[in-house]
């Protein structure tokens, strides 16, 4: 499994059409194959910082995720007005966090 996290930082005018445009983004990664987990929401909208939380099944999903004609134009649109600090991980001996 691989983990994207980390956060994307925009102008603070422009979180309320970025997230506007990621829902529908996100709805249509969420149902990618080997999409385990996708979200994008504001963590300081006052400053435009964005948090990434982001699980694939492998890097065949992520890479097909990241070449789809959606992704490109998406990244297309926003490159201009966002600055990406996100890292992949690789992760293994997933648990659940307590027990109940």
Not at 4 to 29: C, E, K
Not at 59 to 86: C, N, P
Not at 87 to 100: C, H, I, P, Q, S
Request: one cysteine or more.
């Amino acid at each position: 499994m691989l983990i994207v996290n980390g956060y994307i930082h925009l102008a603070p005018s422009d979180v309320g059409q970025f997230v506007a445009d990621m829902a529908t983004f996100a709805r249509t990664t969420r149902a990618r194959d080997g999409c385990l987990f996708y979200a994008v929401a504001p963590d300081d909208p006052s400053t435009g910082r964005m948090l990434v939380a982001e699980r694939w099944r492998d890097q065949a999903a992520l890479d097909a995720h990241l070449s789809a004609y959606d992704t490109i134009a998406f990244v297309e649109r926003w490159q201009g007005r966002m600055r990406s600090g996100l890292a992949k991980f690789d992760a293994g001996n997933e648990r659940v966090l307590t027990a109940a």
